[in-house]
């Protein structure tokens, strides 16, 4: 997995993280007097604008009792430290990879711990992962990213997963509202909705804008800024439709300890949330998992995903100044009664 600032899929690789060892005791095929197997539990999401990329790399286990308090014991979940080796091949196609022979770089992970808080998983030692910071050529939209995860003492690959980025920005990709200031502004027309419209990215599944509100305060340093982030629905689509009343609830409740007098900032920064094919089946099965559907995984030899996102596509985009009601921008905002 990777460290961001947007939270975007994060819960979803964690929840299966936790229904892992339900699912392996639950599967069809399983006999209990089979020859033992090691079978890795193996997460990572690329994401070509973050500066390192991690990967969690744990065991399968079974058990009779609650499952969950396995999960607390480090030696439970995690293999030796230095016994897993993890590496990503980079290839310029797909015939390169197949064929095999040199790939265009190899990005080399580090064996670490993570500083961890207490909670569902063991956090004495911290949390153990594999981590590599970006290098100059790791990341290129047309490539082919081929995860290895190799037993290090017997030098046998465990497990192995490919996945493409997703594209690059396309110019103007935010259609409506418009970033341009003769274009349509982020506002609320009299249904009471903001449409948002946009260009589809280049193996984008899964699409989520975040609209960020700005404020100022009246009687402090006008260059100061603070943001209200609000989430649009997930959509498949090229479309979304933000309701007023989503937006008004979502202000309100972020400044309902806020007693300063306010100034509006009238522009707010639209961000999209995009994952690729592989993440989005991956969170699309842990949302309707059940007894008769497994959790969807890409991991050859193992169980997890190796998928890609991006969350720091963004733009900014100007804001309704009207005073006028009902659906002027400055005049429900001073409906809220929360300092404007």
């Keep these: 997995m990777k460290s961001s600032n947007h939270p975007f899929f994060v819960r979803y690789l964690l929840f299966s993280i936790l229904l892992l060892p339900l699912l392996t005791s639950c599967e069809v095929e399983f006999s209990p007097n089979a020859e033992w197997k090691d079978v890795p539990a193996v997460y990572c999401v690329l994401d070509q604008d ?6 969690r790399v744990q065991k399968c286990f079974l058990s009779e009792d609650d499952f969950r308090q396995y999960t607390t014991v480090m030696d439970s979940i995690n293999y030796p430290l230095g016994s897993v080796e993890v590496h990503i091949n980079v290839w310029p196609d797909k015939k390169s990879m197949e064929q095999g022979g040199t790939p265009l770089q190899v990005m080399n992970f580090e ?12 956090s004495e030692k911290g949390q153990h992962v594999f981590k590599h ?5 790791d990341f290129g939209t047309d490539y082919y990213y081929e995860l290895i995860v190799t037993n290090v003492a ?12 997703v594209g690059n920005s396309v110019a103007n990709w935010l259609e409506n509202p418009s970033p341009n200031s003769l274009g349509k502004s982020f506002s609320f027309s009299h249904n009471r909705k903001c449409t948002f419209t946009w260009k ?4 984008g599944r899964l699409y989520q804008p975040i609209v960020t509100f700005f404020y100022r305060h009246r009687f402090e340093d006008q260059s100061v800024l603070y943001p209200v982030d609000i989430r649009c629905q997930q959509t498949r689509n090229l479309t979304v439709d933000l309701q007023q009343g989503t937006f008004l609830n979502a202000v309100k409740e972020a400044l309902a300890g806020d007693t300063c007098k ?20 991956y969170m699309a099965s842990a949302n309707s998992v059940s007894q008769t559907q497994q959790l969807y995984s890409n991991i050859e030899g193992g169980v997890g995903v190796f998928g890609a996102r991006r969350t720091r596509v963004c733009v900014w985009v100007p804001a ?6 009902p659906s002027g921008m400055h005049f429900i905002l001073r409906e809220l009664n929360v300092g404007f």
Aim: aromatic residues 10%; proline residues 0%; negative net charge.
């Design 111 to 122: 064996d670490t711990l993570l500083v961890k808080a207490e909670g569902e998983f063991a």
């Design 154 to 165: 017997t030098g046998e690959r465990m497990a192995r997963a490919v996945t493409q980025l």
């Design 200 to 203: 589809a990215f280049d193996r």
């Design 133 to 137: 910071d970006t290098q100059i050529g």
């Design 50 to 55: 973050s500066s390192i990329t991690y990967v």
């Design 262 to 281: 306010k100034n509006f900032y009238d522009t707010v920064r639209v961000a999209m949330n995009i994952c690729n094919e592989e993440l989005y089946a």
């Design 320 to 325: 309704d100044k009207s005073d006028v009601g």
